[in-house]
């Protein structure tokens, strides 16, 4: 189960690195090569599918995925069409640092038929979108207003609130390929603030940025663009995740 694993790892004091891929950025050959190195001794933890646009067949992503590698496949949705009942689970995002409600809760009563049917792990997290100097494309397709980068005071109490509301992990987005990730500041008071698995992603491109993370109290990190140009950067990340736990 995805959450107790979570949990259990949390507890151990074990860090995790979520590796994220968009399937329209990835080709069955560049997922044959990626699954190489995420199989290799030093692999990611979990696997996340998605993407803001989406013009691939998921089912056929996770699929290939499924087929290649023992590691968890999870949804990452951009939208209720990017639903898989091969997956493990999914992140049911809830958007709570906007105010659309079709991301706060339109997409989901669109996809809730399927997930049931699916009987994969629904995972409910807070989304919580930061920074103001960069469109990214989640701001756009989202159109939401991210959470000011400085503004830390807003991020705690938007990410209690989802605490409140009774989600299960927090999500600190700084939005795919993002020139800066979301602030060590940020994180840590985040952390302070709430007891939940916290997730970071967003413009990590290094070692060196996601161990700035995961000192800050990032549970999972998560990185994914930087990868797609230098999967060498899958071991690389791995090894600096784990060594973090040791
Ligand atoms: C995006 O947080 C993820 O939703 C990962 O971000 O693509 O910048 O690594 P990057």
Do not use: C, W
């Amino acid at each position: 189960m995805l959450l107790t694993d979570i949990q259990e790892n949390i507890a151990k004091g074990r860090k995790m690195f979520a590796l994220l891929i968009d399937p329209d950025k990835q080709n069955e050959t560049d997922l044959l090569r990626l699954t190489e190195k995420i199989n290799s001794a030093n692999g990611p933890d979990i696997i996340l599918v998605g993407g803001s646009l989406l013009f691939s067949n998921i089912d056929e992503t996770v699929a290939t995925l499924k087929r290649h590698t023992q590691k968890p496949v999870v949804l990452f949705p951009g939208s209720a069409m990017q639903v898989s009942d091969k997956a493990d689970g999914i992140l049911l995002l809830s958007l709570i640092s906007g105010r659309n409600p079709e991301f706060l809760i339109g997409q989901h009563v669109q996809a809730a038929p399927a997930l049931a049917k699916s009987g994969i792990e629904i995972l409910p997290t807070g989304y919580m979108l930061i920074g103001e100097e960069n469109y990214t494309s989640v701001r756009y397709i989202s159109n939401t207003m991210p959470i000011p980068y400085n503004k830390t005071d807003i991020a705690v109490a938007t990410a209690l609130a989802g605490q409140m509301l009774g989600l299960k992990a927090i999500y600190l987005e700084g939005g795919s390929g993002a020139t800066k990730p979301v602030s060590a500041e940020m994180i840590a008071a985040v952390r302070r603030a709430v007891g939940l698995p916290l997730i970071v992603g967003g413009g990590l491109r290094s070692a060196a940025d996601v161990t700035t993370a995961l000192k800050s109290g990032a549970d999972i990190v998560v990185v994914g663009t930087s990868i797609e140009s230098n999967y060498g950067l899958v071991e690389e990340i791995s090894r600096a995740v784990a060594d973090f736990s040791r």
